[in-house]
């Protein structure tokens, strides 16, 4: 049976509070950080023509019930040509996002800061936490929780006899290291860069490979069946005025 403990209050204002606090400012920190290390190239006007064609398709591919057939099919032969079309990569020329980035040492070295700037921090703060405060018992969620929750919740502590909905203090860094995004979108914007879900995401990726994004917008242009909406504009405007009507 789980049992209910009191928590001090001082475990609030000396562990909770100032946990919650320092993974605030330290995510701020590294944003302005990851700022300053960033560099001022300018973009490959080559992947940003390519990443422009592939809006332009998607965008034929949403409307393109919308323009008469023959217009399509004469937008389709433009993307879509064999010889000189605007998606078509033959295959000598297609590069892969690997090679590509170890060739461009600017490259490496912006993924190189990123990770840094994401893993020295996490580090240095995970050791702190592990050090001054393992073994406390944080917080308690105020509702109940199933037993699948517990490894999650209660890192560092192996109680079994402790109810699931209290939180260990490892735990409570873990879940601020990953649950603060909307917190640091209100506070540095939309755009910020102390995403560490999608940091490691794009740990796990080299780079935007334009080759297969253009073969995969060539294939699904290309099986687009095309049924002009024109013509049934005034059997469906019919159909809901007879519903109005009725």
């Known amino acids: 049976m789980a049992e209910d403990l009191v928590l001090d209050t001082a475990i609030r204002d000396w562990v909770l509070i100032p946990l919650s606090v320092v993974m605030v400012l330290i995510g701020i920190l590294r944003y302005f950080v990851s700022k300053l290390m960033q560099s001022s190239q300018l973009p490959d006007p080559k992947i940003v023509k390519?990443?422009?064609?592939?809006?332009?398709?998607?965008?034929?591919?949403?409307?393109?019930?919308?323009?008469p057939?023959?217009?399509?099919?004469?937008?389709?032969?433009?993307?879509?040509?064999e010889?000189?079309?605007l998606l078509f990569v033959p295959k000598g020329q297609a590069q892969n996002a690997q090679a590509q980035m170890f060739s461009d040492p600017n490259m490496a070295m912006?993924?190189?800061k990123k990770n840094l700037s994401m893993i020295i921090p996490q580090t240095l703060t995970f050791a702190w936490v592990n050090f001054f405060f393992s073994g406390f018992v944080a917080a308690k969620i105020p509702f109940p929780l199933t037993q699948r929750f517990r490894s999650m919740l209660q890192n560092g502590i192996d109680l079994s006899t402790v109810d699931v909905s209290y939180?260990?203090?490892?735990?409570?860094?873990?879940l601020n290291l990953f649950g603060l995004r909307g917190?640091?979108?209100l506070i540095l914007g939309e755009e910020n860069a102390t995403d560490d879900t999608q940091r490691?995401?794009?740990?796990?990726?080299?780079?935007?490979?334009?080759s297969k994004s253009l073969g995969a917008e060539k294939d699904g242009l290309d099986i687009v069946q095309h049924e002009w909406a024109l013509p049934k504009f005034e059997h469906r405007a019919e159909a809901v005025l007879k519903k109005l009507i009725k």
């Open 110 to 112: 912006d993924m190189m």
């Open 83 to 85: 010889e000189n079309g």
């Open 69 to 81: 057939p023959k217009s399509f099919r004469s937008r389709r032969v433009y993307f879509s040509n």
């Open 50 to 67: 390519e990443g422009q064609v592939i809006v332009r398709a998607r965008n034929l591919r949403a409307a393109a019930n919308f323009i």
């Open 200 to 210: 490691m995401m794009q740990m796990s990726g080299f780079g935007f490979d334009p």
């Open 167 to 174: 939180v260990s203090s490892r735990s409570w860094y873990f």
């Open 183 to 185: 917190l640091f979108s």
